[in-house]
Every structure is written in C-alpha cells, then in structure tokens.
C-alpha cells in the first residue's frame, strides 16, 4: 500500500487469542472504533493484505494475518515555517527544522511533521529519522535515504559517537554564572503517561555540560548546552533545575495550560545548533550548524508579543 501525504500506512497483524471471528469485528474491537468507518473502509476496499488486494469485511479470524490501511488524518494546523535542507546527498538528508514541527509522525502531529514533508517534497518514500528532536526544538535532524543503511546511521545515536551542541536563551543569574562551566548530574526518570520527567535519587543517567556564552543588561543568557546522555527533556530539565528554566517552556518548573491549536507564538527558546559525526558509510567527517538564531536573544520584545 502507498503513502498517503508521505505517511506509511498501518500495519496491523492479527494475534492468536484475539478478540472476534472476523476481520472486521476484530479491528473495531481492538482499535475502539466507529462499526460504520470500519465498514465504509470495507466497502471502498482500503483494508488491503500482504498481496495488496482489499480483504473482505467477513474474512475468518486467522491468527497471523496481516492487514494495511490508513487511519483517518486528524485536523493539522500547518505549520508555517519553513523547513531547510542543510544537506542532501545519496546517504543522508540534514535538515534545520522550525520550532513546532514535530520530527516523526505521532499522536496528532501527522502530515504536519518533518518525516511527512520531506518525504512528499524530496520523492525519498522510504526517508527515515536516525534520531528525534522535540517538537517544540528547533534546530538540526538527520534523515537516512537508504533502508540498508539505517543501522550504521542509527548506531552513532545509540553509541554516542554523534557530537551534539544546543543554544538556549534563559535568565541570567550572576550567582549561577559564577560556577560556570559546569556539567550538571543527575538521574532522571520519565515515567508513561506523564507530560514531564523529574529528577530521583541514585547513579546519575543524565549529564549536560553547561557554558555561558553571554548576557545582557535585560536578564537574558545566552547558553551552551552539550550533553553526554540523551535522557528525555534532558537539557530541559537540567536548566530548571538550575534555576535558569529555558524560556517558553511550557512543563518547566510547571506546567502551563494548554494553547490552541495553530498557537505558534512564544516557541521555546532551544535550538540544536550542531551535529558532528564521521559518516559510518562514507568515512567522510561531517559538521553541520544550524542557521536559525533564538528569536528572544535577537528581539526579547517580539518574540514576547509573539510577533
């Protein structure tokens, strides 16, 4: 089965035991869904098998069989910046993604997210993310053109071969500033279902090297975050827990209510200004740095304003 707006469809394979005798009263059960979008899905032959051919609503229960559809798109606000292709080669796609972008389709972010529009805007249908960056980080990706090569590419992230750098933008405390450089430890634990990860005691999980590149007579700093583990919301983290929380975080130290939909002001003031690597097909050495600037170091009144 194709994608749909570079989205590949489901996949979903039947398990032994499984609830109902059909296909179909199988998928309604398991995916909780509306009968008549199950059944209308059905009838315009979009549930497909391993031969892509339309699999009958009333095929027997069988465990081990495979069907393919496309869920329904949700409602996208688009995301009105641009997303630049720092580099493009037969091996590798290094992106400088915009804040609220999400790297990957997940939950409601689907079209409206790096993988999808790279894969419709470059032709590369089996593009696929080596790492992931928050959707409210902004800054370098790289993507992997061959399927072949995806386990070298994903293997640096994994071995922490990758050299990354972070900028952020967050109060200066001249008593914070006293004690840097540093590296902040921690452990850190992200438990499922819970919007933020808190710090615990016990061994340290999480490092982040923290600098200040600068400040001002306004209270802002400049940062330089570099970390040696990749703990989820890391950086983030570690800065409220400093004392400094990134500006515009919306979990950090607490968490703000939601925004609507299509809300783009204010965007977290995180970029991930460089990746460096030697490439584990090619051998060549890559550096790459991102070309956006912060919007509230470059102008704290607008990016305030949400201008």
């Known amino acids: 089965m194709p994608q749909r707006h570079g989205v590949d ?27 008549a979008r199950i059944d209308a899905m059905f009838d315009a032959g979009e549930i497909v098998g391993a031969d892509a051919r339309p699999v009958p609503a009333d095929t027997p229960y069988a ?9 329904d798109m949700p409602d996208e606000a688009p995301v009105p910046f641009p997303l630049t292709v720092v580099h493009h080669d037969e091996h590798i796609v290094v992106v400088d993604k ?12 689907v079209r409206q997210t790096a993988l999808a529009r790279l894969r ?11 790492h992931r960056l928050d959707r ?29 750098e972070y900028e952020a933008v967050a109060a200066h405390d001249p ?3 006293v004690t840097l450089p540093r590296t902040v430890r921690s452990r850190i634990v992200k438990e499922r279902g819970v919007l933020t990860a808190r710090e615990v005691d016990g061994e ?13 007579a306004d209270g802002l700093g400049r940062y330089r975050l ?8 890391q950086l983030r983290v570690h800065m409220s827990a400093l004392g400094v929380p990134i500006l515009g975080d919306p979990l950090y130290p607490e968490v703000a209510g939601p925004v609507p939909a299509g809300d783009f002001r204010r965007p977290l003031q995180l970029l991930a200004r460089e990746l460096r690597f030697t490439d584990p097909v090619t051998g060549a050495e890559h550096r790459f740095t991102s070309g956006r600037v912060l919007g509230a170091w470059a102008s704290y009144e607008d990016w305030a304003s949400g201008q």
Do not use: M
């Open 9 to 35: 469809p489901v996949r979903v394979r039947l398990p032994a035991g499984g609830p109902g005798t059909t296909v179909r009263d199988h998928l309604v059960l398991r995916l909780a869904a509306d009968p």
């Open 63 to 71: 465990p081990g069989l495979c069907v393919w559809f496309h869920r």
């Open 98 to 109: 915009p804040h609220f972008l999400a790297t990957t389709p997940r939950g409601s972010h």
């Open 120 to 130: 419709h805007d470059l032709g590369l249908p089996e593009l696929t993310a080596a």
């Open 136 to 164: 409210l980080t902004a800054g370098l990706v790289l993507f992997i053109v061959r399927p072949e090569e995806r386990g070298a590419y994903q293997t640096l992230f994994r071995d922490r071969l990758v050299h990354k």
């Open 175 to 177: 008593s914070l500033a």
């Open 204 to 216: 340290p999980n999480a490092l982040t090297h923290v600098q200040l590149l600068a400040h001002r």
């Open 226 to 233: 570099v970390p040696g583990t990749g703990q989820t919301h």
